[in-house]
């Protein structure tokens, strides 16, 4: 299989581009990278620095992946990105390479991330994450899989966002936000459990019970988070969701985000 490589493109006789890559016009490719086979880079876009990208990824015109970091203490010192398989990546969105030597920022597989969002240093994305336009995720942000990001999201550094999340429009994220629940507003709270995500993902009634117990008794029960925990290992049939709930928030530095006002209409279902 041939690669499809243009002619006004730029690609460094170093860099290593597998079978079946196309790389369109105008599209500049650094020393240091790796390019899957499959994998499609659009017009104008530059892959720069020590960038690894996966298989059959779709990398929209202008997109910049791999560039420094935006922090005034990176000095040019080896830093990378790391880019699973099968992801789309649209136009001008932004993902920087990790600020210490031999970080990573990492992107997993399936992941759709839309026009103009930006990835900063240091991030770790999991698999099959929907982040849509204009989305700004800064240094050191962790995301779950299956996790849904509106458009205009601005995430603080150092937060993390628990597996299955949906993330309202236009959110100020501050604190961690569990597994599983709906989080909207400014600053953004949980608002209720992501149950049609919890449902498409293939959660069966039972075990989508067992987790509406545990968002109840997290943030309905006016139990402080240690007591809700302590409640919910003793009175919640432990699953591998339950688990990750659990063990989310026991790992939480930041603090988890929690609802301010409360309704019957949050628990979903």
Known sequence: MSNK????SIVHPNAEIAD???IGPYAVIGEF???????????????????????NNDIGPSAVIGTPPQDIHYKGQRAF?????????REFVTIHRASKEDGFTTVGNDCFIMAYSHIAHDCKLGDSIIIA?????????????RTVISGLVGIHQFVRIGTMCMIGGMS???????????????????????????????????????????Y??????????????????????????????LSFIEGSKRGIA??????EEETGE
């Open 133 to 145: 336009n204009y989305a700004g995720i800064s240094g050191h942000v962790e995301i779950g899989d």
């Open 33 to 55: 990278v790796k390019i899957g086979g499959g994998t499609r880079i659009g017009p104008h876009a530059v892959v720069d620095g020590w960038t690894e990208i996966g298989r």
């Open 5 to 8: 490589i243009h002619s006004t």
């Open 172 to 214: 100020r994220i501050l604190k961690d936000i569990v597994p599983y629940v709906i989080t909207e507003g400014h600053t953004a709270t949980p608002r209720g459990l992501n149950m049609i995500g919890l449902r498409r993902n293939g959660v069966d009634s039972q075990i989508r019970g067992e987790i509406k117990k545990a």
């Open 216 to 245: 109840k008794m997290l943030f309905r029960s006016g139990l402080t988070t240690d007591q809700a925990l302590e409640r919910i290992r003793t009175e919640v049939r432990e699953t591998a969701e339950i688990q990750e709930f």
């Open 258 to 263: 929690r609802p301010e006002i409360l309704t």
């Open 20 to 22: 079946g890559v196309e």
């Open 81 to 89: 990105v790391k880019v699973g398989d099968n992801n789309v990546i």
